[in-house]
């Protein structure tokens, strides 16, 4: 079954057999985000530019909206006006703005999800979305929030994964406090460029990396050396003890804040390793977003499809939103439904077992007779049965290949009041008030080979 | 509990509580939509502005796009240039584009449903939604579709909005070769100008759509009479009858095209009355869209809100879409669910019975101790039981008031293995693996008043 298309580049439309598969992961995201306590919401599309450009380095991604009656009006379409409205390119600058605005009428901590579609005016050529889904969720508190949160949101995420039977997958984490620690105890004062150096290591090979630490001044080679050493402690256990021998060794003495991230971060590893065992890996090169998450940071991983990037990816702010009054400190994290669910379809970790609801196609022996048909229809639905009613009263061998094409498994023939399995070819006499499909059958599944 | 709001004009955000309702209703009609096998679709959200053009009447209303990055390049923003992207202001027009180009991969007659936000830069002082959800099904040909789908469609909604629970509504239909048929039979060659004085009845009065009628030219005060008057008719009996009469009584000579019309609506009106008593009724004043539907036309009334205007409108069109070659007819309605839920919250037709998802909230006794509480709340979830731990270690009736606000039922005590209905305040010994809430405090349910 055809799964996908895009007749205009960067936004992908699923076809009916994909929407399946697409719908079968989002209602598993909600159910066990649901199932987590979070509650729904969804923000309007648009936001005002103002709102946009805060932060500043995904500003050229915006879509700006005009009105085509507007055309030619004086001021011309608005320009940067700080009031225009623009599509929004993440759910974390409207769910910021949503806190602020309705914080009289929420209970804190807020606990929420949102499954929205998102815009990004990117490039064609470079073949991204340029529209997609994201489904996130977010924890955040009036003033102050507890670190045990930083700790539920990938256990959460975890369990959200396993749910979607993709395979196994690992979620990668970091603490900001203890990479700044690191890096104040060693002498490093530009924490957000040896943060930013650190981010290329893939890219650019330690040589690379060492070169750039060394040019951001006062790094001296052994600290720029200690720096990537320390990128590379990864694991579950005796994270701590090696970021440490790794700070003295190049004569730093481990500050405060370094211990408080340690901390924590053995803290969420001894936690999850309980929980979801084997999920949760501590990674020190993790650095993207280090800038301006304020503790837990998070990515995550499809083994075997790491070229795919972070599917999961997250943090801790410690002032998500604020109103000049109130502050807001959050964590949450922010899965890109889209480019999953399509990796899912072309690699073929899922699939449907047919692209229509229907269970059940009742056949019609004669137009003259369409009212019986509708009748056993109505019948089955009543048992939530889901069903059509075949549209023409061709011969029985037309109506069960027009029931064949469309993956419906069951033929209802109203007429000698039996049912016919048309994979096994079984005909039983039924009656439309007790028969039931097989649980399989009733309802289109996903099969998930991850 | 608030329910609504809307920082934007135009843009409505619902409350945790209101967005219970707005997923109730989304969820029912989706279900609904399923069980009568109609497979879930989604289409982008824009289109290139030839598109959305297609139909001259609402491209006022079209929110055109740019790319931040772009402003100030040569050519401006772009313009009107046909292929600039806009946001799509219904369904419809997506849709037929998407059957276009997909047609290779869809099995006809393709029945299909689509639930998803639409944009219509509306002026803000008129008050109206400028992002709002619309929830449409079709059903679509490839060269001909059968009359029994114009049966089918508005019964499918019939059943849709019965499980709303929202109260008394009717479905008014009208059908276009009959309002044709009529005015031909009685001379009147200017079908379209004399629908779209017939519109305006109950704005302008008799008198005032007679003038308008009067004023086409060609239209002589009998037969702008008899037009008047054919639009008074309304019920479920007599219909074609009725309209004979009144097109004789003004000298005219029933065609046949105005006999196939109402032979049509009596069919409909037949097939109705049987499966959904007393919810559809002819009403041969419903002008709205005759102009481009080809055969039934449908509109629905909430009763007691008629205020509210037409919540679910749709028709046949012959012409859905085309590609040149081929020609796709199709028949479809379309919800309002921005408006309907808006109104449902607004006039109390419907209520949460809480905000947040979780039936329990699981207490901790002890900072040191919140493992135990996580423990339950994994058990709890093992059977989808919807839970949350508390966030806080405070004294235990700080813990109840804090479940208290957000509606959460029960709060389980981990320490003596005890959980607390705090509505009632009977607290009982449980154990995690077995204890289940009532059905009816499980998940959040709405209360439909109706």
């Known amino acids: 079954m055809a799964a996908i298309t895009a007749s205009l580049s960067g936004f992908p439309e699923?076809?009916?057999?994909?929407?399946?598969?697409e719908n079968h992961v989002l209602d598993t995201l909600r159910r066990e985000f649901e199932l987590h306590g979070f509650a729904s919401i969804e923000t309007r599309a648009v936001e005002p530019l103002k709102e946009l450009l805060r932060k500043g380095e995904t500003s050229k991604e915006v879509y700006l909206l005009s009105r085509l009656a507007d055309l030619g009006a004086e001021g011309g379409e608005g320009g940067t006006d700080p009031n225009r409205l623009g599509l929004h390119f993440d759910l974390t600058v409207p769910f910021a703005r949503y806190v602020v605005e309705n914080a009289g009428h929420l209970h804190f901590p807020f606990r929420r999800y949102q499954i929205q579609k998102v815009w990004r005016g990117e490039r064609p050529q470079d073949g991204r979305f340029r529209e997609f889904t994201q489904a996130d969720i977010d924890v955040v508190g009036d003033g102050t929030l507890a670190f045990h949160h930083e700790v539920e949101i990938p256990l959460v995420m975890a369990a959200a994964l396993t749910k979607l039977g993709i395979g196994e997958f690992a979620i990668h984490v970091n603490n900001r406090k203890a990479a700044q620690g690191a890096y104040e105890s060693l002498g490093i004062r530009d924490v957000e460029g040896a943060l930013r150096a650190i981010d290329k290591l893939a890219k650019i090979g330690p040589a690379g990396v060492q070169a750039e630490l060394e040019a951001l001044g006062d790094v001296n080679p052994a600290a720029a050396q200690a720096a990537i050493e320390l990128a590379g402690i990864t694991g579950t256990e005796g994270i701590s003890a090696a970021a440490r021998a790794v700070v003295e060794k190049a004569g730093g003495v481990v500050s405060e804040l370094m211990e408080q991230g340690l901390a924590e971060l053995e803290e969420l590893l001894a936690a999850a390793s309980e929980r979801a065992p084997g999920v949760v890996v501590a990674d020190l090169s993790v650095a993207r977003g280090l800038d301006y998450y304020t503790g837990s940071v998070y990515e995550t991983f499809l083994v075997g499809h790491e070229s795919l990037?972070?599917?999961?990816?997250?943090?801790?702010?410690?002032?998500?939103?604020?109103?000049?009054?109130?502050?807001?400190?959050g964590v949450g994290m922010s899965i890109g439904v889209s480019r999953l669910v399509s990796r899912m379809l072309s690699a073929d970790l899922a699939s449907a077992s047919r692209q229509v609801p229907s269970a059940v196609l009742v056949a019609v022996t004669d137009e003259a007779e369409r009212a019986a048909s509708d009748a056993v229809a109505v019948e089955l639905r009543k048992r939530a049965i889901p069903c059509e009613v075949s549209p023409s009263a061709a011969k029985f061998g037309k109506q069960i290949r027009h029931a064949d094409r469309r993956g419906i498994p069951f033929v209802w023939f109203p007429g000698t009041g039996e049912v016919k399995d048309i994979r096994s070819g079984e005909q039983v006499a039924a009656d439309p008030r007790t028969w039931e499909p097989p649980a399989q059958d009733w309802w289109p599944t996903v099969v998930a080979n991850g």
């Not at 699923?14 to 598969?21: D, I, K, T, Y």
């Open 309 to 329: 990037g972070s599917i999961c990816s997250g943090g801790r702010y410690d002032s998500l939103a604020s109103d000049g009054k109130r502050t807001y400190p």
């Open 14 to 21: 699923w076809l009916p057999a994909g929407r399946v598969v």
